[in-house]
């Protein structure tokens, strides 16, 4: 039986990046995981990605939660260093 650190590791984002995912989704992390995982296999799904943490981001900034806003921003920035967006074609 696979662990909630198994899945983690499987996917190639890291356990802050995938819980603003479950946050976002509102789903469980372990399911996040998965589903960060079928994203991260094609640029529409990496943008996805992006679009989601973005709006983690602006969602704690409208509720005055600079602490949290400061974290995802964080977050956002290693996400957007080890998944860069790729230009449409």
Same mark, same amino acid.
């Not at 860069?84 to 230009?87: E, K, S, V």
């Given at each position: 039986m696979?662990?909630?650190?198994?899945?983690?590791?499987?996917?190639?984002m890291d356990q802050?990046?995938?819980?603003?995912?479950?946050e976002h989704e509102h789903i469980p992390v372990i399911v996040a995981?998965?589903?960060?995982?079928?994203?991260? &296999? &094609?640029?529409?799904?990496?943008?996805?990605?992006?679009?989601m943490l973005l709006d983690n981001i602006a969602t704690a900034l409208e509720h005055g939660?600079?602490?949290k806003a400061s974290a995802l921003s964080q977050t956002y920035r290693h996400f957007q260093n080890s998944h860069?967006? &790729?230009?449409s074609p």
């Open positions: 696979l662990s909630l650190k198994d899945c983690l590791d499987f996917c190639d802050s990046e995938i819980s603003a995912i479950a995981a998965e589903l960060c995982d079928t994203l991260l &296999t &094609t640029p529409d799904g990496v943008r996805d990605l992006h679009s939660e600079m602490e860069p967006l &790729t230009p």
